[in-house]
């Protein structure tokens, strides 16, 4: 007797609808929900391997806990206890800030992710939280905090009405997008080039994106902020520069002329080995466009320059009047976002309000860069301790931040340690306290992040598409039972912290004018709320007050829970439309186009101009059966040419004497590792690439498929002293490494973990 059940897919940031055939408790086919009003059937090779991974039998059953040195099973009970007794003590003896918490990649793909972390790193209040921003995004919060005032204000490309898609790089064809939520972002490209738009790919590698492009530029990695500003110096010299009806909005068009004077076309050639007359056709091109979207991603983020380039992709589609125009980039604006507060000027975004203990990184966003955490654990010298306990939460920092065998022997020095995570891996086989999230069949799905960041207006909700089984828990509950552990509450009721949440919420909903709860009574409102459970009624909480939503009555159509409930494929809220000026929380109540850190940190671009890399240097690349660290372990996804394998041009190859499936030494600052060489045309020349995530060879690790063809960890030839300033943001694309043919005996022991598995 098999059912259907609806689940968004938690795997990337596509968040295609899915449909799920399920049998008993087992979810045995996953395909796209034709009728969701955002994805319309779209599905890829991991989405449809949703039910091999919600049954991979390497997922944790139970709690486990750390008992003279060896990892058992436990109940629920006896694991929060030990949270309480591990955490508590360490806080009450060298204070808050010795607790950190990493929150990795996943946090943002669930539910619990959404809800209880900032209730958690708040109620503890420690200045040490890590998560994957800083190996990722940063550098686009920063930009966005500096231009707008509001790190979360992300400006998205207009994919399905844009004529001129200038793309940096991202490749969407493999990682279906990041920043830029669109499921069948490939359909999309394809149909922007159908109605006669123009594709422009950025990237030193000829990816599958790069091949749909009508023009594509191998750019030398690390040098796309120099390209970018010659770009900026293009369309003023040529007056191309048109802020258009965004002009009473801006300020700063002045000043910022004169910033990029000295980054001429010729300037920057030979930095960026792109032909100055290239540079100037990418502008005019970008000018000339009816509408045109400049868009960066992981490429542009984790360099050397990375605000600096997240910040000249914005300039550049003011300068071309396409900021918040159908067709540019504009502000998507979620169900659960705030309720949208009347335009005018706001805080404004602050950096470095404090600074790491050891090598006095600034914060940004409140965060600390996640290439600092090991020696944030092993390094004693410093203003204040050490941390001693560590919360991680979806997170496998030991594979997917700089220097992984230096983290690892960190961790390994901590008083205690608690990671929630479904799996015994390289990062949370550490933990003195493991707490597994249930499967993803048995969770519930919103997409509170990628929402914000969609390039169309809609909402989704899935319920569980399969019962908890006995003995598992929540992961929501699993969070707020930590929260409370962790914070000197263990042992509350876990719908407490809820309950907490809507009070505070509501209490600051009525006190503010522009909010459709202003004047009223915060209990009468909370009795309104429905809901199975605390995070649904903080769900209902949120569409309600937010800017499609009921308002508790005010708006009887609008949104509630109950409504989204009745719309199971979701419900559409129009396509993407100007906000501005209304998303602006600068000082000046105005996008701030040259902000005071970016100017500051514009000599440092200049500096670049002169530097040439004396080597080969280091990029990454995706597979589309991959995500990052954790996807190894499910046979359907291995395979193939998904292989951590080192990609060199021939011409590189030929003058290091390496031959296509030897063996290679790559070493860099942090280390050495040896993999299999696949010699490619698809890099450019000085150019290698490998993808992250790998590494799964590590003992008292719990993935058995995934370590017989455990690859090596890239982020070992990183030392984590390399960081984008403003940001904190770790560079992992154009790092210098050295390549070598490794010993034949090496070859052999590297061959022989390739082969094909049955
Ligand atoms: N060299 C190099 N390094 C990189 C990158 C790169 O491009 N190059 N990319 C960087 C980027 S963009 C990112 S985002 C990071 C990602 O790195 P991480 O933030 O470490 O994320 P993942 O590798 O996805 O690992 C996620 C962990 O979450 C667990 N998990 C999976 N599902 C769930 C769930 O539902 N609940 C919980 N609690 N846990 C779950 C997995 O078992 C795994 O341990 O890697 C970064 N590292
Ligand atoms: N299949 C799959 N999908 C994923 C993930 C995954 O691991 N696998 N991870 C998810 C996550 S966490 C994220 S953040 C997104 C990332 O999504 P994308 O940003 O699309 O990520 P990548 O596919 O790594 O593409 C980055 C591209 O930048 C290029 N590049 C490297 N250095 C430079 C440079 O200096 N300049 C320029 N112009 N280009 C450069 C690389 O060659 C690469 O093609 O993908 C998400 N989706
Ligand atoms: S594109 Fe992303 S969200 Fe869609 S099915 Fe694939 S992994 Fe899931
Ligand atoms: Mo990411």
Not at 209 to 217: E, G, I, P, Q
Request: net charge negative; with cysteine; glycine share 10%.
């Amino acid at each position: 007797m098999s059912r259907t059940a609806l689940r968004i897919c938690p795997l990337c940031e596509a968040t295609c609808g899915l449909t799920l055939t399920i049998d008993g408790t087992r979810v045995t086919a996953a395909r796209g929900d034709r009728h969701d009003v955002f994805s319309r059937g779209f599905i890829c090779p991991k989405g449809a391997s949703f039910g091999a991974l919600d049954a991979d039998p390497d997922r944790l059953r139970a709690p486990l806990v750390r008992e003279g040195g060896e990892l058992r099973e436990a109940t629920w009970e006896e694991a929060f206890d030990a949270v309480a007794a591990g955490i508590r003590p360490v806080v009450e003896r060298y204070g808050p800030h010795t607790v950190g918490v990493v929150l990795g990649n996943p946090t943002v793909h669930t539910v619990a992710g959404a809800l209880y972390p900032p209730v958690l790193v708040g109620a503890l209040g420690t200045r040490n939280l890590f998560t994957a921003s800083t190996v990722d995004q940063m550098p686009k919060h920063v930009s966005s905090g500096l231009l707008y005032g509001d790190a979360l204000a992300i400006p998205v490309p207009d994919l399905d009405r844009t004529d001129h898609l200038l793309l940096i790089g991202a490749n969407p064809l493999e990682s279906n997008g990041s920043l830029c939520t669109a499921p069948d972002f490939p359909g999309r490209l394809k149909a922007l080039k159908a109605r006669g738009g123009t594709l422009t790919v950025i990237d030193p590698r000829r990816t599958r994106t790069a091949r749909l492009a009508d023009r594509h530029v191998q750019i030398r990695p690390g040098t796309d902020a120099l390209l970018l500003a010659a770009m900026a110096y293009v369309l003023f010299e040529e007056d191309l520069a048109d802020p258009g009806e965004l002009t009473p909005h801006v300020q700063g068009l002045g000043e910022l002329r004169c910033a990029v004077r000295d980054f001429t076309p010729s300037a920057v050639a030979g930095a960026c080995d792109v032909d100055a007359d290239t540079i100037r056709a990418l502008a005019r091109e970008l000018a000339a466009a009816p509408t045109a979207a400049v868009y960066g991603r992981i490429g542009s983020c984790t360099v050397a320059h990375g605000t600096l380039a997240s910040w000249l992709v914005d300039v550049l589609n003011v300068l071309t009047g396409n900021l918040d125009r159908p067709g540019g980039a504009l502000f998507p604006q979620a169900a659960t976002d705030k309720t949208p507060r009347p335009a005018g000027p706001g805080r404004g975004f602050a950096l470095g309000r404090w600074h790491s203990r050891v090598s006095r990184h600034p914060e940004a966003k409140g965060e600390l860069p996640l290439a600092a955490l090991a020696e944030e654990i092993d390094t004693a010298t410093g203003d204040g301790e050490p941390i001693r306990a560590l919360i991680a939460v979806a997170a496998n920092p030991v594979l997917s931040a700089p220097d992984g065998d230096r983290l690892d022997k960190a961790l390994d020095s901590l008083d205690f340690m608690v990671s929630v995570d479904p799996y015994l891996n390289e990062t949370s086989r550490h933990a003195h306290v493991v707490l597994p999230p249930p499967p993803p069949a048995q969770s519930p799905h919103h997409d509170f992040a990628f929402n914000t960041l969609a390039v169309h207006n809609q909402v989704r909700y899935t319920r569980p598409a399969i019962p908890l089984e006995p003995g598992r828990m929540a992961e929501t509950e699993i969070l707020a039972r930590l929260t409370l552990a962790a914070t000197g509450m263990h042992g509350a009721d876990p719908s407490a912290v809820d309950a907490l949440v809507i009070d505070q919420t509501l209490g600051k909903a009525v006190r503010a004018e522009h909010s459709p709860a202003y004047g009223r009574d915060p209990r009468d409102l909370a009795a309104r709320l429905t809901g199975a459970d605390g995070p649904e009624r903080r769900l209902d909480m949120m569409l309600r007050l937010g800017p499609y939503g009921d308002g508790f009555g005010v708006q009887p159509d609008g949104l509630t829970l109950e409504k989204l409930l009745a719309h199971p494929h979701g419900i559409d809220l129009g396509p993407l439309e100007p906000r501005l000026p209304q998303p602006l929380k600068t000082r000046s109540g105005k996008v701030e186009l040259l902000p005071q850190p970016i100017a500051d940190d514009l000599p440092r671009l200049h500096a670049a101009l002169d530097q040439r890399p004396a080597g080969l240097v280091l990029v990454g690349r995706r597979h589309l059966r991959s995500s990052n660290s954790w996807l190894h372990n499910v046979p359907a996804l291995t395979g193939g040419s998904n292989r951590c394998t080192l990609h060199l041009h021939p011409e590189d190859a030929e003058r290091l004497g390496v031959r296509d499936g030897a063996a290679v030494r790559v070493k860099g600052a942090g280390g050495e590792v040896t993999t299999t060489a696949e010699v490619t045309d698809a890099v450019r020349r000085g150019v290698v690439s490998m993808p992250h995530g790998w590494g799964h060879d590590r003992p008292g690790t719990g993935l058995t498929h995934a370590a017989q063809d455990p690859g090596v960890n890239v982020n070992q030839l990183l030392d984590g002293s390399l960081l984008d300033p403003l940001s904190g943001n770790a560079v992992l694309n154009g790092v210098p490494v050295e390549v070598a043919p490794a010993h034949p005996s090496e070859t052999a022991r590297v061959t022989e973990k390739l082969t094909p598995l049955t």
